[in-house]
């Protein structure tokens, strides 16, 4: 199947991405909302997204939805703010590693965005903790950048239609970016989005 095609059945089946997907697709974003989706992108991992919200309300009751709040923010404050979120000592040091980088290293969400998309995500990956979908999450969905993310649910769905034999993040990232052949973010934002929207409601 035409993966153009694929996208627009999608986008006919589910509409605009909402729920979960209303922030992460909102465009443009404001400097808090990115900061809110570069935070969640690190809550999310290997949490369902009620909890991630859990946690996030947590942040926001407490003042400290910010990446410069979370980095000066005590530890064990922040333990039992994103508890709900699961592997909480860990993500505090992810989280703090993240607001670091992006904070003391480049000054900041708006200059960090300007920066080369391959550096940038060279940089992130070098943080302990985040991995390619991690990257690519804050590069598509905070900073704008054309990157598809690929994740289990765009795995099912390539498996689901027989697109590829080849599994690897990197192809299956190079397979969805040259068949779009347009390099546009947020073509990429709403499609990645109904690939998950899609992928469970189909697991249903």
């Known amino acids: 199947m035409d993966i153009l095609t694929l996208y627009n059945e999608l986008k006919e089946r589910y509409g605009k991405p909402e729920g979960q997907w209303t922030l992460w697709c909102k465009r443009p974003k404001t400097k808090t909302e990115k900061e809110q989706v570069i935070i969640e992108s690190i809550l999310t991992q290997r949490a369902n997204w009620k909890n991630v919200c859990y946690a996030v309300n947590n942040l926001k009751n407490a003042g400290l939805l910010s990446l410069e709040k979370i980095l000066h923010s005590d530890d064990e404050k922040l333990y039992s703010l994103i508890r709900p979120s699961g592997f909480y000592r860990i993500k505090t040091q992810r989280l703090k590693g993240l607001c670091d980088c992006i904070i003391t290293e480049y000054g900041g969400v708006a200059k960090a965005e300007q920066e080369e998309c391959g ?3 060279e940089k992130l990956l070098s943080l302990h903790g ?75």
């Open 119 to 121: 550096a940038i995500r």
């Open 130 to 204: 985040i991995g390619e979908e991690t990257a690519d999450d804050i590069l598509l969905y905070a900073f704008e950048q054309p990157v598809f993310v690929i994740d289990e649910y765009t795995r099912r769905l390539v498996k689901r239609y027989n697109l590829s034999d080849n599994f690897s993040y990197r192809h299956l990232q190079e397979f969805f970016e040259n068949s779009l052949n347009k390099r546009d973010y947020a073509l990429y934002q709403d499609f990645h989005a109904l690939i998950v929207i899609d992928g469970k409601e189909y697991k249903n």
